[in-house]
């Protein structure tokens, strides 16, 4: 079945960087893009990044480009959230999660998340 | 960016009877290959979020039949026909049609 495990989160200080990593099986990883959605304590759910299946194209959402990097490696059925510069309003529960095409249509198959914790 | 509002913030609901919940995005969410991409998550208390509907109203593997979804271009509808007690949970209306992907506030169903 698909399995989507999220690591790397932690307590950081502002303007330090993390790196997430989120171990794919069960299914083909190069077949499928994948997304980065993160969760506020007692919030909602805010899209942060995608990638396409062959790590051609990226997208951001606007809070984090620039200081946020998604990517992936097929050979190691691995996706990556490099996060620079991080601010106290990162801190989140960060999921991955596959889409249902190529592409982009729409996230299926969701990550228990990590953890992350900007503080002083 | 697409805005996506959801009505209620939460439904108080008897076991056995329906619920509804409406999704509003602030433009058209077809695609230009023709597809709709608005989709229903379900978010069970200390869960992970789980696709219920795809696609406006296709049910994803393992959903029960009394979840469905309707709608077109702006308004969009989730119906659970009879909630039992594991229904209970946050519901996100989500779209991928356009980066930046969005999704709605949320509605909390909870037993009354």
């Known amino acids: 079945q698909v399995q989507l495990v999220e690591s790397g989160g932690g307590v950081v200080q502002p303007g330090r960087s993390l790196r997430l990593s989120c171990a794919a099986s069960g299914f083909t990883f190069s077949s499928y893009a994948m997304h980065w959605v993160r969760q506020a304590p007692g919030k909602g759910l805010e899209w942060v990044a995608s990638i396409y299946y062959d790590g051609t194209n990226e997208h951001y959402a606007d809070p984090v480009k620039g200081r946020f990097t998604i990517s992936r490696d097929n050979s190691k059925n691995t996706l990556y959230l490099q996060m620079n510069s991080l601010r106290p309003e990162d801190s989140a529960l960060y999921s991955c999660a596959r889409d249902r095409a190529r592409a982009v249509a729409g996230f299926d198959y969701w990550g228990l998340g990590s953890l992350v914790t900007v503080s002083s | ?112």
């Open chain 2, 1 to 112: 960016d697409i805005v996506m509002t959801q009505t209620p913030l939460s439904s108080p609901v008897t076991l056995g009877q329906p619920a509804s919940i409406s999704c509003r995005s602030s433009q058209s969410l077809v695609h230009r290959d023709g597809n709709t991409y608005l989709s229903w998550l379900q978010q069970r208390p200390g869960q992970t979020p789980r696709l219920l509907i795809y696609k406006i109203s296709n049910r994803f593997s393992g959903v029960p039949d009394r979840f469905s979804g309707s709608g077109a271009g702006t308004d969009f509808t989730l119906n659970i026909s009879r909630v039992e007690a594991e229904d209970v949970g946050v519901y996100y209306c989500t779209q991928a049609t356009e980066y930046p992907l969005t999704f709605g506030g949320g509605t909390k169903v909870e037993i009354k």
